[in-house]
């Protein structure tokens, strides 16, 4: 009985360590203190998916983000005509969604599980309630958004302007 209370208390713990340091590894989170992010783990919500589970539809409305711990999870969109087309696959420790913890506009994206997954979720009104009562850390949290933001934007610009300068090349090629 005594080894059987232990054992619980280890793997808690363990699993407590194993949240704390994923997402201390998340540049959202990275600037919290260790304090800051207990409180953090004791919001989050932990969800579990099957292999190709979705987790969220493009179109569906935007709740939070998401911290992946295991498995990882293919984020797509499907065009006019109905073809998915594959944007990115995520791995444990990339996170995604976070616009929806922003605003609470529709996902541009959809999102399915690839293999056994488990998801850290971080909604919207966790982080309206940290801003109310710890300023301080929900003004760190907004920042780290913020400057994704800002690397992705970059990042977007980059690629469009490169497909812009192929196309403009195509086009001398071909003749239009």
């Given amino acids: 009985m005594a080894e059987t209370l232990w054992e619980n208390i280890l793997k808690r713990r363990e699993r407590e360590h194993s949240v704390a340091s994923i997402l201390k590894n998340t540049p959202i989170f990275s600037d919290l203190s260790r304090r800051e992010l207990n409180i953090i783990e004791n919001i989050i919500h932990r969800r579990r998916y099957r292999d190709g589970e979705i987790i969220f539809r493009q179109g569906d409305p935007g709740v939070g983000m998401y911290v992946i711990a295991k498995g990882q999870v293919r984020i797509f969109m499907t065009n006019s005509a109905g073809v ?55 003004a760190k949290i907004l920042l780290k958004i913020a400057l994704v933001y800002s690397e992705r934007l970059r990042h977007t610009n980059a690629e469009l302007m490169k497909a812009r300068t192929q196309l403009a090349e195509l086009r001398k090629k071909t003749g239009e």
């Fill in 84 to 138: 998915s087309v594959e944007l990115v696959m995520l791995q444990p420790g990339d996170f995604f969604g976070e616009t929806a913890v922003i605003d609470r506009g529709e996902r541009s994206a959809s999102a399915q599980a690839v293999g056994d997954t488990e998801l850290l979720g971080f909604f919207r009104p966790d982080l309206f309630d940290i801003i109310d009562r710890f300023p301080r850390m929900g």
